[in-house]
């Protein structure tokens, strides 16, 4: 597969996953049950920079 397209994956997925987590948290007033879902737009966006990093390093 393509790496740009894994960069944007991977970028989309966590922007995508931070913003539902704004969305619900203003929503439903509860940041710490949405809590999750913020972990996992932080993992995504951990994702694409360390594999950038890694396919720089190269």
Known sequence: MNQR???????????VSMVIGVHRSIVEDDILGNYWIFMVGFVFYMLYRYSKKKDSAK
Request: no cysteine; charged share 0%; hydrophobic share 90%.
């Open 5 to 15: 397209l894994v960069y944007m994956i991977l970028l989309a997925l966590a922007f």
